[in-house]
Structures are given as structure tokens and as C-alpha cells.
């Protein structure tokens, strides 16, 4: 047996003489008188006050000391009387007792509790939580006994497990926290016991050669629990099998293109089911719906050709590329020109109010800076290719502010300033402003 005790660690202050212990337990082993052996300096213990407190006799002397390691000599004279000697042989029964306690699978009363029980029972066993308090503090996860007089405490080890009389469970320490045992499954204990890789395909009901995955059985929704199998077939072939029927083959990627006819049948004209349709009906449909063979277009079913109201049918030349694009407007482009807008305004007067004379345009045409550039690549908005003069919407946003307008890129959450969708028409109107204040300047100079 050790003839010193050195569990934990100690703190002292620069020459103190008192000392501060973490994760120590002195009251019931350590003796005045005895003496303690610290950052090479041997020092004889004044006063035990408690657990995690004791008085020297004399000061360490140096810097102060924090966590550090420590070693406490049992030479105190008193040890050596025979009522002290049995005091250390019933401190040592009750350290037996929680050692017994601690033992695998042995019961503890709770598991997690941070606050030690009011009337604790003598030799209980409690496994400690992780935020204790009271005379349980500093204990965080390790195993408490109850002696009938003071807490005894022990680190549980690695893999060291209990079984907790309120839940019935076990649980295992894993060197860092407490958490439930669950024991494998029997499928699992039967794969365990195999001896080797063809007993544990025949656990499987696996193929040696092929193979087979078994899927969960049935657990979507107005699925039955039949036994559904997934595996390679001779030829490289991934089947599939349903209990005993047989579903066939699964398409692979990249597979070779299937060959023959199909054998599905045409639908009838018209037809609106969930059928399967072959080319033959797809290429009738289109060929009546979209395409007109008289002119070599297409058309847009369902279009007026009265040649009033909405206009005819939509046709697309298709010797020309022709986009579609929307954005606050609808645009087209053919063969990547420049994006137009499709749109109109009313501008009858009958329509509008508070109508009056516009001034100052000449300096609002002059305060614009005309610019040569090219649009950025990639850009997920209608624009025009190619170097082009224009105008920059920064510029024309501190001169006409009604013709800018901010808004989002598409898939995207940057802004930018675009042109409103009568901003030509404000840009003219601008510009006949312009023009005509400067032709009553020349019509003055020529009267002078």
C-alpha cells in the first residue's frame, strides 16, 4: 500500500500557507502533522479543514502555484496511535465500499442528478451529473457513495458501466460522458456469430457470384410488406425481384439504346389520359397543333386570325433564331441583334393632367455624358452585344430621375439601375425640349 496520498492537483499562493485542492479528498486520509511535497519543497500540514482545504505549518515559499501536481507523506506522529490506526483501517473499509459500488453492471440509485439526495441511504451509489452542486460540486460525472457520515467519490474508468435503479437501463462511460448501453440486435448477434464471409451471406441471403440487396420492406406509403430484392444478374444486369415475381431489368447509365419497336399502342386523336404515347401520335399532334405545312412556320394553337382584337396566329420564321425574353416588359431578339421592347403607352391627352410647359431641358441634355462600352459577359438580362454608344443609368438617374429604376438579376439578390419602361419616351421629349429652347436662342441672335 502507498505510504502517500497524491490525487488531484493543488493551488498556493506566492509564500501562503494555504492550499487549495482540485479533485482531492483529504479529510478522512490526510493527518496533521503530515507532510506535503510540492514544487521541491517539503512543507508539514498545519490543519486539514476539509476535502479540498488544508493550513501548512509554514509557507511555500517562490511564485504561486496553480494546479499543480503534489504528494502528501502519511508521517504525521499521531498515525502511529492505535486509536488513529483504527480510524485509517475504517477510512479504508469505506473506500472498499465504493470501490465494490463502482464495480461493471453494479446498480446505482440515479444517474445525472446535480444535487445531492437530503437523506441519502449509507453505501447508496449515485452516478454524479455533469453541473453539480453542494457537497457534490467539482464531482461532475463521477460516482458518489454515501458512508453514512461524508461522501466518498471515484472517476469512473473508460468502459466502466452501471445499471440505474430508477430507469433500468445500463450505461457505459466513454471517457468523457455517460450514455446508454444498447445491446445488438439479434440479426446483428447472428451476423457476429458467423464464422466467415460465406456464412454471413447465407445470415443475408446473398449470392456469392451476384448478390443480392435486400430494401426495407414495405414502409412507403400504400406499400404492403413484400420482400423486395435489387441485385447483378449474369450479363451484368441489374435486377429486381418482388417475393417471386420477376420485374425485369433496372436501366443503367449510360446503357446501351434500346432497339426494336415499341409495342405500346398509338392513341387515338385528341386523347388526354395518363397512356403512354408513342412517336407516331407525338408527331401527329405537333404536326396538326404547331406546325403549318403551307408556309414551313410554326403556330400558336388556340390564336385569333380575324385580324382584329388580338391579332392572328403566332408564326416563327425558322430560318431565324428568335428569343423570348421578359423582364418588367416583353422583349425579342432575332439572330442575337439588339433586345427590343414590345410595348406601348397611351398618350392621348384626353388621358392625362396637371399638363404642363418643360423647362431647363437644354441643361438636362447637356448634364448627360454620352458613352461608348460593352455589357459584362454572362449577363442573366436581355442586353445588346457588341461595343455601342449610350448612355450609363447612373448619369441619367441625377438628370431625369423618373426614367431609372432599380431592380434584381435574376437568381440573384444584386440590384441595378435599368431604364423605366417609358424611358425613350421621356428621353425625347427631353430632346425636343432641348431643341427648341435652342432654336428660340437662334431665333433671338438672328433678331439682334
Known sequence: MADFYNTGTVSVAADGITVTGAGTF???????????????????????????????????????????????????????????????????????GIFEKARPNYEVQSLGANAPPGAPVTGDLYVVGTAPTGAWAGQANNLAQWTGSAWLFTAPQRGATVVSIATGKTYIWSGSAWGV???????????????????????????E???YVPVQQGTGIGQSGNLIKIGLKPGNKIGITVDATDFGNLARENAAAFTGT????????????????????????????????????????GFRDTGSGYGGHLRLQMSNKLSFHWNSGFYYNIDDNSWVLINSSPSDGNLKK??????????????LEPKE????????????????????????QTVLPSAIEESTLPESEDNYLR??????????ALLIGAVKELAARVEQLEGA
Not at 445491446?183 to 451471406?201: K, N, T, V
Not at 386523347?271 to 405545312?293: K, L, M, N
Not at 396637371?354 to 448634364?367: F, I, N, P
Not at 460593352?374 to 448612355?391: K, S, W
Open 26 to 96: 483529504w479529510e478522512p486520509i490526510i493527518r496533521d502533522g503530515d507532510t506535503m511535497e510540492v514544487a521541491g519543497q517539503r512543507v508539514t500540514v498545519g490543519v486539514v479543514v476539509g476535502n479540498t482545504a488544508l493550513v501548512l505549518a509554514s509557507p511555500v515559499a517562490g511564485v504561486p502555484i496553480s494546479g499543480a501536481a503534489y504528494a502528501i507523506r502519511f508521517d504525521a506522529p499521531a498515525r502511529f496511535k492505535n486509536v488513529t490506526l483504527l480510524a485509517q483501517v475504517r477510512s479504508m473499509l469505506d473506500q472498499i
Open 181 to 207: 448501453y444498447v445491446p445488438p440486435s439479434p440479426f446483428i448477434e447472428g451476423l457476429m456469430d458467423d464464422a466467415d464471409a460465406a456464412a454471413a451471406r447465407a445470415t443475408l441471403g446473398a449470392w
Open 419 to 428: 431604364y423605366a419602361q417609358d424611358a425613350d419616351k421621356q428621353l425625347i
Open 262 to 301: 415499341p409495342t405500346a399502342p398509338t392513341a387515338a386523336a385528341n386523347t388526354s389520359t395518363t397512356q403512354i404515347a408513342t412517336t407516331e401520335f407525338v408527331w401527329a399532334w405537333a404536326f396538326a397543333y404547331v406546325y403549318e405545312s403551307g408556309t414551313g412556320m410554326l403556330k400558336g394553337p
Open 373 to 396: 462600352f460593352e455589357f459584362v459577359a454572362d449577363l442573366p438580362i436581355a442586353h445588346t452585344l457588341g461595343r455601342h454608344p449610350g448612355l450609363i443609368a447612373q448619369n441619367v
Open 354 to 367: 396637371d399638363v404642363s410647359d418643360l423647362h431647363g431641358a437644354l441643361a438636362k441634355v447637356r448634364a
Open 209 to 211: 457470384d451476384r448478390g
